[in-house]
């Protein structure tokens, strides 16, 4: 499996694999309001979009905005915010997004970022152990909600310096 940038002609997949793969496991309702918002996350260059290839397909996708692009998550300018992670129900459990992941936190690293954050939801329980592994904690001051009924953890990655 290869991490990569996405290019730009990959951009429309990368969006129906975001919600084709939240819809897929009932994180998003086929009515939500939030689809085309997740569709279209970092299409106009608002952040890095990742993705996973496998067998010359793209298996996952991930994304890191810088603090200026973020969401309400982000509190300080050198943070940044890992959004939209989604792995295609084919490359479950064969460590993609565990390799998208790792990827982002590089990414962020490379680019000096020194605390990572982002946001799930409270059922993305996979997810959520994913992240834990990967070193984040959670930051329950920091959850929110976006819409009546929806509850937003966050969770944080100190980076370490590159000094």
Do not use: N
């Amino acid at each position: 499996m290869l991490v990569r940038d996405a290019q730009p002609g990959e951009l429309a997949e990368i969006g129906e694999l975001r919600v084709a793969a939240y819809l897929a496991d009932g994180f998003l309702s086929p009515t939500s309001e939030y689809a085309p918002t997740l569709r279209a996350l970092g299409m106009a260059g608002e952040g890095d979009i990742l993705v996973a290839v496998a067998d010359g397909r793209i298996a996952g996708t991930v994304m890191l905005q810088p603090a200026e692009y973020a969401g309400p998550v982000v509190e300080k300018p050198d943070e940044a915010e890992i959004r939209a992670l989604a792995v295609v129900p084919a490359a479950r459990g064969l460590g993609t997004g565990r390799a998208l992941l790792a990827a982002v936190i590089a990414r962020a690293a490379q680019r000096g970022v020194p605390h990572l954050v982002l946001c799930t939801q409270i059922d993305m329980r996979a997810a959520q152990y994913l992240y834990e592994k990967a070193g984040f904690r959670r930051l329950a001051a920091r959850d929110w909600s976006p819409a009546p009924g929806v509850t937003l953890l966050a969770y944080g990655l100190v980076l370490p310096s590159g000094d």
